[in-house]
């Protein structure tokens, strides 16, 4: 039997802010595997892009629901408001600064796949390594958001209700 899907998006929360944190801290380590590497490896390159894309998705939809879950979220302390304003914050920031990542990484690569560059390595290698620089400092918004989320649930104790109570009753 399956579970009951819950009807608010907001309830969905918990479940889908793990898909970004798992997918963006995990990319720039393909990224350092195509930098070190001694021949070129575009399909490293292809990863990175696959995973910054589907990070970037899960991105979007944890502050999707994440704005509902705030309506619907039991806040137990009122200190709570201030971190989930800065949680919101760096969720938002996380959005916005991996998109325009993402773009930045898609176009030079669908550039150097266009010129067919297989053999003029050097530039392709000192692009990744300032990317990933890059990449590893907005990272930290990514942790930011991620320890702000967990410092409301095990901090302050804020849940997101996950359906409607029991008549009569509350929720478990």
């Known amino acids: 039997m399956l579970p009951n899907v819950p009807s608010d998006p907001g309830a969905l929360h918990p479940l889908v802010v793990h898909f970004p944190v798992a997918l963006l801290l995990v990319a720039p380590?393909?990224?350092?595997?195509?930098?070190?590497?001694?021949?070129?490896?575009p399909q490293l390159r292809s990863c990175v892009l696959v995973l910054m894309?589907?990070?970037v998705l899960a991105a979007w939809v944890a502050v999707w629901t994440g704005e509902h879950a705030a309506t619907i979220a039991r806040i137990t302390a009122p200190q709570a408001a201030s971190v989930i304003e800065q949680h919101e914050e760096s969720a938002e920031a996380t959005a916005v600064i991996f998109t325009v990542l993402l773009a930045v990484f898609a176009i030079r690569v669908a550039v150097d796949y266009l010129r067919k560059e297989n053999t003029v390595r050097r530039p392709m290698r000192v692009f990744c390594i300032v990317f990933l620089v890059v990449y590893c400092v907005c990272s930290l918004v990514v942790v930011d958001a991620a320890h702000q989320g967990g410092r409301l649930v095990h901090q302050f104790g804020v849940?997101?209700?996950?359906?409607?109570?029991?008549?009569g009753g509350t929720n478990p």
Do not use: C, E, T
Not at 30 to 35: D, N, P, Y
């Open 159 to 167: 849940r997101a209700q996950m359906g409607s109570a029991p008549p």
């Open 29 to 41: 380590l393909f990224l350092l595997m195509g930098a070190i590497s001694k021949n070129d490896r």
């Open 53 to 55: 894309a589907l990070g």
